[in-house]
Nanobody
């Protein structure tokens, strides 16, 4: 079993930045892909960013150029640096990791962008 602990959410004003972290622990075999989803009120969960074990990243179009995901394999931790935040980025952000053959999810952290 793998546990994920997220941190870093909060309330910020438009244009500001936040950094989310997600640390995996437990019976880890070898983490492959890591990433982030988000879910805004009344909307479906949306894939925001992914990063492979080799460091290849992918982003949803709405965050390209503003968000950056990275990982520290020694710490089994994935990060999401969010810059130039907009009100439409308001959502609960969930990290996930694939420790083949299973996927695991964080508990979610609220990000609110409001003036």
């Amino acid at each position: 079993q793998v546990q994920l602990v997220e941190s870093g959410g909060g309330l910020v004003q438009p244009g500001e930045s936040l950094r989310l972290s997600c640390a995996a622990s437990g019976s880890i075999r070898g983490i492959d892909t890591m990433g982030w989803y988000r879910q805004a009120p009344g909307k479906q969960r949306e894939l925001v960013a992914t990063i492979t074990s080799g460091g290849r990243t992918n982003y949803v179009d709405s965050v390209k150029g503003r968000f950056t995901t990275s990982r520290d394999n020694a710490k089994n931790t994935v990060y999401l640096q969010m810059n130039s935040l907009k009100p439409e980025d308001t959502a609960v952000y969930y990290c996930y990791v694939v420790d083949w053959p299973r996927a695991y999810w964080g508990q979610g952290t609220q990000v609110t962008v409001s003036s």
